[in-house]
RNA sequence: GCGGGAGUGCCGGAGCGGUCAAACGGGAUGGACUCAAAAUCCAUUAGCUUAGUGCUUACAGAGGUUCGAAUCCUCUCUCCCGCACCA
């Protein structure tokens, strides 16, 4: 056991904090923070959620500038990144980190602005020659030197507006901007296009600046179309894409349509029938157009058909949801004018302009025309390179691991204010730092309440100084608790190196989907920054190899279990009703554990039914010698059970389970040896009650300290199997029979004969038929001379299969 | 918008190329037991058909691959979850 409010355990935290310090894993800087006023702290970004605290979920996040200590996380973005793939972890949550840590390929392109380089990130340097502005973040911290005196008032005014937005409406916002005044140099074209300053930049990713390609990203697009900034295209897709309708064309036509390229359907329509595209690579597009413009219904009454001649041989085609390529600003009219001129309303065609952002081959782009995409960014980046002016970068998503809080519970941050000295980590022998008793609660901080606290002296030079106040994130705390769990009492060490290397990593880690992109991404990040700095042995990288997601409960209405709508299943009470063994049993069968399930009143019931009868059964089960039959079924039982089990299918463990008990119901006799093994197998689901019934049928010791049975492979035979399913058809064969008698000839059967194959024999025990069917049934091999069988049936007799006769 | 997951019979939920009208549980219906009920047991639970059979529809929808698809591929629709203007 270990408490991380506990100075014996946040020692270790500031211990880790002044080595991490050391090697330049921690850093303070004044950052645009999230604050917020309920909790009176800043958050990470991690613990923002949809712009609200993710505690005061109706709290909204305010932006500040603060002063705030950082852990180089992104110092790990690449091996955070890349490790994710050796993890065996849920797809999911693997892929909420990779898109949490967000590489991107591209190149940093400087873009010079009065004399001086302003660089931009870019993942599409292949689309530099369509750039036709440069936005900056309304955010940036030089905005200022780039707007001009003119435009000053327009962009305060501007700047006004967004401050006084709520967040909330953020995001539904349109893009919007002023421009700056200022003009950039593009590096290939030596074009001066305007700098806009817009609320869609993202400020503190790549250098909060970038080049916009309207024609070719679909936010410049609307921001151009918006502002009525030119576009230029210069990509072009390898393949052009006619959109037709299958109302349009005679149907025997339709199915030429493949001679032309590859056809999809994309849509259907009830008015319009099915919208097939044709990709037509644009060598062959003579060719569609040629054919379109024969087959094509002309007629206007026909209220839907495509015109032939409103296609031209430009590559602007129209599709109903799809792509457009966009010259000028005239392409815009001229599409539209198809759209309109099609007759076809625009809300059914879900008719959409849209930027065209798939690669494709370039063209207007000076030497770099009729190459792919691909090709161009590597020619495109070397040229930037030879010039100086350009280079190929990556990019992370993921930020610093802001971890300063302004709150009580929390590690104090060791760290210390000199005015000569500046800032001084704490010697490491003054660890621990421990929280002082004396505060108040209630406006800010608490720790800035302690006077005496918050003085001291500098380890530097022995001046008058003061404490740092702020308190580390509580995700420290859970950072590297696994580890001290492998030593949890060491007062020298956070922990025994070779205790924690013989131990980890952890096999199995079992947790909420909630922690994907925030525990897990700081217990990795330590680990890692842990094993580098020596704590850890070289090799252990990953805290965690299996990470197992387990599933929410919900009430008997469905919905998730809250005291306000009263639908919480409280265990003691279930416990008194049921048992706390039939609820675990119930849990453990609705459904797989991964996935969320619903409490079920009913549900309960049937597991409740279950457990009395095994409780009734297996008391009384004479001990002796199991039947082969048996023998077969709790062997193959043990192997699925413990495989279920180990991939943790306990849903289908429970299944076989109840299975095994059906048959051994129907055992006259067992070993002691399998009686034994059902009760193992039952212990992990019922672990009291296969306690109380291993006592009954005088097992040593415990159930739960027994040994998990083994099965003997040799001894499951399918054969038996395949009997035991003869014999059911057998009986719902009858059961066909009497029910077709009873309905057709009102007749009541009395008497069943069977007539089976002579090896088969002993699958159809006729006391065991009499029983399930309520009737008497005998049995006889089919050459037995003294069979009554007065229809002559048994001739019908087949392997697996008897024949029948009823009267 | 992007990314991930999922859509199965009255319900929950297995199955993930043939052995599937589809495990298991719940519910419903009928029957046995009972004076009666509960519990228990048996049967039925897509439709038509039949002395144990055969057929037709069926695993969100539309296409496709295959000798063969609930299972694989493509597109569409719907739902859930995550990210949210990341250039």
């Not at 602005?113 to 036709?132: E, H, L």
């Not at 049934?777 to 006769?805: H, T």
């Amino acid at each position: 056991m270990l408490k991380t409010s506990d100075p014996d355990y946040y020692k270790w935290n500031q211990y880790f904090f002044l080595k991490f310090f050391e090697k330049g894993l921690v850093y303070r800087k004044k950052a645009s923070v999230n604050w917020c006023n309920k909790c009176d702290t800043v958050l990470a970004n991690e613990q923002v959620h949809n712009g609200m605290c993710w505690r005061h979920t109706d709290t909204e996040v305010e932006i500040k500038q603060l002063e705030q200590w950082f852990i180089k996380t992104t110092n790990y973005a690449d091996e955070l990144l890349s490790d994710v793939d050796k993890l065996d972890w849920p797809e999911r949550i693997k892929t909420m980190q990779k898109n949490w840590i967000g590489k991107s390929f591209g190149a940093e392109i400087d873009f010079v602005i009065n004399g001086k380089k302003w660089p931009v990130f870019t993942t599409r340097p292949d689309t530099i020659f369509g750039v036709t502005f440069v936005v900056v973040s309304s955010q940036h911290p030089k905005l200022m030197e780039l707007v001009t005196k003119e435009q000053k008032k327009e962009v305060d005014k501007f700047l006004q507006k967004i401050k006084s937005t709520k967040q909330e409406d953020m995001d539904k916002l349109d893009k919007e901007g002023v421009f700056t005044g200022s003009y950039a140099v593009n590096p290939m074209t030596n074009e001066k296009v305007p700098i806009w300053v817009g609320n869609f930049v993202v400020a503190d990713y790549g250098s909060g600046m970038v080049m916009a390609v309207p024609a070719h990203d679909q936010r410049d697009f609307e921001f151009a179309k918006k502002y009525k900034i030119p576009m230029r295209v210069v990509i072009k897709p390898e393949k052009a894409e006619y959109t037709i309708i299958e109302k349009s064309l005679p149907k025997d036509k339709i199915s030429k349509l493949k001679d032309f390229g590859e056809v999809v359907i994309i849509k259907e329509d009830k008015n319009w029938g099915k919208f097939y595209m044709v990709s037509v690579n644009l060598n062959n597009e003579n060719k569609i157009i040629d054919f379109l413009e024969k087959n094509l219904l002309k007629s206007s009454d026909d209220g839907g058909a495509w015109y032939a001649d409103s296609f031209n041989t430009s590559n602007v085609v129209v599709f109903p949801n799809k792509t457009f390529i966009l010259k000028n600003d005239n392409d815009i009219q001229d599409s539209i004018k198809h759209g309109l001129k099609l007759g076809i309303p625009k809300n059914q065609l879900e008719f959409e302009l849209k930027a065209f952002t798939d690669y494709g081959l370039l063209v207007n782009s000076q030497g770099f025309d009729g190459l792919g995409s691909d090709e161009a960014k590597e020619h495109i980046v070397k040229a930037l390179e030879f010039k100086k002016l350009g280079r190929k970068t990556v990019q992370y998503k993921l930020r610093d691991w802001l971890i300063s809080r302004q709150r009580y519970w929390g590690t104090p941050i060791p760290m210390i204010y000199c005015d000569k000295c500046g800032i001084v980590p704490v010697a490491e022998k003054d660890l621990p730092i421990k929280l002082p008793e004396n505060v108040r609660f209630g406006q800010g901080n608490p720790l800035l309440g302690n006077k005496e606290w918050l003085s001291v002296k500098c380890p530097k030079c022995n001046g008058k100084a003061r404490r740092e106040t702020d308190t580390m994130d509580t995700f420290f705390d859970s950072s590297w608790y696994f580890l001290r769990y492998c030593d949890n009492k060491n007062s020298k060490l956070p922990f025994d190196k070779k205790k924690v290397d013989y131990w980890m990593s952890v096999n199995q880690y079992i947790g909420g989907a909630e922690h994907a992109v925030m525990h897990l991404i700081y217990a990795r990040f330590f680990t890692k920054a842990l094993s580098d700095l020596g704590f850890l042995r070289r090799d252990l990288r990953e805290p965690f190899t299996r990470l197992f997601n387990q599933g929410m409960l919900h009430g008997n209405d469905g919905a998730v279990m809250s005291k306000s709508r009263g639908n919480v299943v409280i265990p003691e009470e279930v416990s008194k009703d049921y048992g706390i063994d039939t609820a675990r049993l119930f849990l453990m069968s609705i459904a797989s554990p991964d996935k969320d399930t619903q409490w079920s009143a009913e549900g309960v019931d049937g597991s409740l039914r279950f457990v009395r009868r095994v409780m009734d059964v297996i008391p009384r089960i004479k001990i002796a010698k199991s039947s082969k039959v048996f023998e077969s079924k709790i062997n193959k039982a043990i192997k699925d059970v413990s495989e279920d089990i180990e991939i943790m299918r306990y849903n289908l463990a429970v299944i076989k389970l109840r299975k095994l008990f059906e048959a051994l119901e129907n055992e006259k006799e067992v070993s002691k040896k399998d009686l034994e093994s059902f009760v193992k197998l039952l212990s992990p689901f019922c672990p009291h009650l296969a306690e109380e019934l291993w006592e009954k049928i005088k097992g040593k010791g415990f159930v739960s300290l027994a040994e998990w049975p083994e099965y003997d492979e040799k001894k499951i035979d399918l054969r038996l199997e395949k009997a035991e399913q003869d014999f059911e058809k057998t009986i719902s064969d009858i059961n066909n029979i009497l029910k077709i008698i009873s309905e057709r000839q009102g007749k009541d059967v009395k008497d069943i004969y069977l007539y089976v194959i002579p090896t088969e024999l002993d699958n159809y025990n006729s006391e065991l038929l009499s029983k399930r069917l309520g009737k008497s049934v005998k049995v006889f091999k089919v050459n037995d001379p003294k069979k009554y069988d007065p229809e002559s049936k048994a001739g019908k007799a087949k392997p697996g299969k008897p024949a029948i006769y009823v009267e």
